[in-house]
């Protein structure tokens, strides 16, 4: 399913309060780009299923214990609706925190985050992606949501909690595409290179 809209519903716990889908409607339109996805009878004990699409496949999880949640669509894509990918994105800032972030008081909340940086001009938004090597092509919406994206990973990859050496080629790749780096930096399947951009990136001021 590449490019395609679809309706997801939330199950109970993907509107209990600190799921990434909190306060948001039971079902909305999303924006699917995936050949694999995960299987409902397989999933581990530990990975609460949050949303579910009209043909039954897993659209978001959520881990019961640990900050850590996903979804199987792109909040960020045109088809999604930009209300609603704003609110996801709100919520992961906001909810999947660590016990240590929370004590300390260190980290802003997701909805503090996107509300400064909706304060922000299209052109000083531009400007702070452009400094980071990030694309800034896009609506505000898709700006800020752009921008946030790059706050929480790069608070992450200095705090130690995301090491790009651990990660799959996969999986690099799919974080260069989310924060919007150019093809040019690295060839998606060259390890050294896209580790080299993504640290460029999320260590830049």
């Known amino acids: 399913v590449h490019g395609k809209p679809s309706k997801v519903t939330l ?56 900050p850590f949640a996903a979804v199987q669509f792109h909040p960020e894509s045109i088809l999604t609706q930009p209300t609603h990918g704003v609110k996801i994105l709100e919520n992961a800032l906001t909810n999947l925190k660590y016990n240590e972030d929370v004590a300390n008081g260190a980290t802003p909340s997701g909805a503090e985050i996107v509300g400064e940086l909706e304060k922000l001009s299209e052109g000083e938004l531009r400007a702070r992606l452009s400094s980071a090597q990030m694309s800034t092509i896009g609506t505000k919406s898709e700006l800020v949501i752009r921008l946030a994206l790059w706050e ?42 896209v580790m080299e951009a993504l640290s460029s990136c999320l260590f830049s001021s």
Do not use: W
């Not at 699917?32 to 996805?37: K, M, P």
């Not at 581990?44 to 019961?64: F, K, R, W, Y």
């Open 11 to 66: 199950t109970q716990e993907g509107k209990a309060e600190n799921s990434i889908f909190a306060g948001m409607p039971d079902t909305f339109t999303v924006a699917r780009y995936h050949s694999l996805h995960g299987l409902k009878e397989r999933m581990p004990s530990c990975l609460e299923i949050t949303a579910l699409a009209n043909d039954g496949v897993v659209m978001g999880i959520q881990h019961s214990t640990l």
């Open 152 to 193: 929480h990973k790069s608070r992450e990859a200095k705090a130690g909690r995301l090491v790009l050496n651990d990660m799959s080629v996969t999986e690099l790749a799919e974080l260069f595409r989310s924060l919007g780096l150019p093809q040019e930096l690295a060839k998606q399947d060259e390890k050294d290179e």
